[in-house]
């Protein structure tokens, strides 16, 4: 039985929940009403894609600000019964190289600068999110369809791995030194059909928490109340070490999706339910109160229409890597201090964040920015191809690279949990690009450099993924590749497709999926993901050809290849 907690909800008495002034009801932070908790969350958020009433897609912008994403995945198809509400896969962690990063040539780098969260995603039901009908869990029934005002109400789970060494995660994208941890987040989307009516105070709520060793959320992890201890690890919070080999399940429960992670290396397991008794919460339209709820899986099976209807990926089951949210710098400058409080007490300080890189990605100059918080105008703004950016206002919905915030030093910097100074250490300066935009816009950051896996000392090794596999065993027999990268290139034309590449114009690489031998097992492929890997690489699915073409059918800004049938089940290594 679950303890019972503070923070925690019961669902046998569902009532309205006020949020907090602080809190995760936008998770890109650019609420006019609310502070957000984490300074920078939008990388880890889903990349939404407005659909007026005639049924024309859009980019989409949360109160004036582009927030897109860059999110290379392989999307799993069956029609098995059970294939989109209860997942297995096998998967190794990545390991750094011990050598310290190089910020003026791709010669080393860290896994936090290539990607602060690959994930695995799967759509679920959430009758209070886009276009707020309601929806019949664990069922095919429901409609997904992005022009169909009958559509069931959705949102989209991910369930991301955090890499380690630049931390604290509630300003950073890492939640351990030297380890890596997992949480489980869903986002809903507060609008109704045609985004004729939003609530832009709280238009994409996100629920967040870590995989515990005793299942219990470290932190309340609805939209309204998440604190300091929601985003800050605890003594129960899963660790595991770079390498080791997990087993990693996402089902229905009679409560809510579980997702729970068994290191088979460590024996250790750690395990969250996505359930109102632990305090997960939807959010209503009309006053971004929350409800108590369990969410469950959306669908039974992962058939190729089975998505979520709102979001710029085709998102089903979902093997992914986010990137674009690291500029590695000789020095960081123009500070922008990040200081929370909350009424139950908690605190958080940082005051040494910046916002402009120096050298480094940069060359010999500066990088974006500084943005003035109060005001969203913005110095030296970049957009794809390193070109001038078109308006100085980060509020403009522009594709630009307005400011690198948050940047931090390299060394060790002094931050305030609860009253209690934290030294935190970065092996080199950087910057995220997540709090005046979302991402690096004129993609010249570490995500696009070739220092990607590929089996060189200086790079981190590659993930190696086996499956996905239902409960019942059966493996999916079809894959479509797809990136959603063109909707954040100024160049692109969404409707027509034009100038929607991948890679972008302006990158000097593009990661991308590949099968090759794997340490699992003899004779196995394994999915890894980033550049050929000499010894180990056996099929390239023609690099970053992958992607395939602009889907000009449902969102031009996101490349899709033909479905194919799953290579891992006819390759042999």
Same mark, same amino acid.
């Given at each position: ?19 907090n002034a602080?809190?995760? !009801? ?24 407005e659909?007026?009433?005639?049924? *024309?897609?859009?980019?989409?912008e ?28 096998f998967?190794? !962690? ?6 310290? #990063? ?11 600068? !290539? &990607?602060?969260? #690959?994930w ?14 309601p ?5 095919d029934?429901? +409609? ?12 989209? @789970? ?8 630049f931390?604290? $995660? ?7 030194p ?28 996100v ?6 060793t ?50 088979? &290396? ?12 632990n ?16 969410? =469950?899986?959306? $669908?039974?099976s ?22 674009g949210?690291? /500029? ?19 605190s958080?300080?940082?005051?040494? *964040? ?29 957009? /794809?191809?390193?070109?001038?950016c ?13 400011s690198?915030?948050?940047? @931090?030093?390299?060394? #060790?910097r ?20 997540? *709090? ?37 065993? =059966? ?7 797809e ?9 692109c ?7 929607c ?30 550049? *050929?890997?000499a ?34 089940? +006819?390759?042999?290594?």
């Open positions: 039985m679950m303890p019972a907690l503070g923070w925690q909800a019961t669902a046998a008495a569902p009532a309205a929940v006020k949020p602080t809190n995760m !009801l936008d998770c890109n932070g650019f609420s006019p009403k609310y502070n957000t908790v984490k300074h920078g969350l939008g990388g880890l958020c889903t990349d939404p894609v659909v007026d009433r005639n049924g *024309v897609p859009w980019r989409f949360d109160n004036e600000h582009y927030i897109g994403h860059d999110e290379p995945s392989v999307k799993f198809i069956s029609n098995q019964a059970g294939s989109a509400n209860d997942i297995t896969y998967m190794r !962690l990545a390991k750094d190289p011990k050598a310290t #990063p190089t910020v003026d040539s791709p010669a080393v780098s860290k896994y936090a600068e !290539l &990607s602060p969260a #690959p695995f995603g799967l759509p679920l039901c959430d009758p209070k999110s886009y276009p707020l009908n929806c019949t869990p664990d069922s029934s429901n +409609s997904s369809a992005i022009n169909n005002p009958n559509s069931a109400g959705s949102a989209f @789970m991910e369930l991301q791995f955090y890499p380690p060494g931390g604290p $995660f509630i300003d950073g994208p890492s939640c351990d030297s380890e890596w941890c997992a949480a489980l987040t869903i986002d809903s989307l507060a609008c109704t059909f045609g985004f004729a009516t939003c609530n832009n105070n709280c238009i994409e709520p629920n967040f928490s870590y995989l515990q005793d299942g219990v959320p470290p932190g309340p992890p609805s939209p309204q109340l998440t604190d300091v201890s929601t985003l800050t690890p605890n003594n129960k919070t899963l660790k595991m070490h770079q390498g080791d080999v997990l087993r990693v399940v996402m089902r229905d429960t009679a409560h809510g999706l579980l997702a729970e992670i068994n290191d088979l &290396s460590t024996g250790r397991s750690g395990s969250v339910v996505a359930s109102a008794a305090g997960f919460m939807n959010t209503n339209i009309a006053d971004c109160t929350g409800t108590p709820f369990d969410f =469950h899986p959306e $669908f039974s992962a058939q190729q229409q089975n998505q979520v209807p709102w979001a710029a990926l085709e998102g089903g089951v979902l093997m992914q890597d986010e990137l949210h690291f /500029e590695a710098c000789s020095s960081v400058s123009s500070q922008l201090p990040v200081n929370d409080t909350f009424p139950n007490g908690q958080f300080s940082d005051q040494q *964040v910046y916002q402009v890189c120096n050298g480094g990605a940069e060359g010999n100059g500066s990088g974006e920015g500084p943005c003035d918080p109060a005001t969203g105008i913005c110095q030296h703004a970049t957009t /794809e191809t390193g070109a001038a078109p308006t100085n206002d980060s509020a403009s919905g522009a594709n630009c690279e307005f690198g915030a948050n940047c @931090m030093i390299a060394g #060790p002094i931050t305030v949990v609860n009253g209690k100074a934290v030294i935190e250490r970065w092996p080199i300066a950087g910057c995220q690009e997540n *709090v005046f935009q979302n991402g690096d816009l004129d993609f010249d950051g570490s995500s696009y450099q070739a220092d990607w896996p590929d089996g060189t000392a200086g790079h981190p090794t590659s993930f190696e993924y086996l499956g996905p596999f239902t409960g019942g065993g =059966h493996s999916y027999p079809s894959v479509q590749f990136t959603n990268v063109g909707a954040s290139e100024i160049l034309n969404t409707i027509t497709g034009a100038g590449t991948a890679p972008p114009a302006g990158a000097a690489f593009y990661p991308f999926w590949s099968l090759g031998r794997s340490s699992l097992g003899s004779g196995v492929c394994t999915w890894n993901f980033g550049n *050929v890997i010894g180990r690489t056996v099929q390239t699915f023609g690099k970053t050809a992958q992607y395939g073409t602009p889907n000009l059918a449902r969102f031009g800004g996101t490349s899709t290849s033909p479905v194919l049938p799953n290579p891992q089940l +006819s390759t042999w290594c």
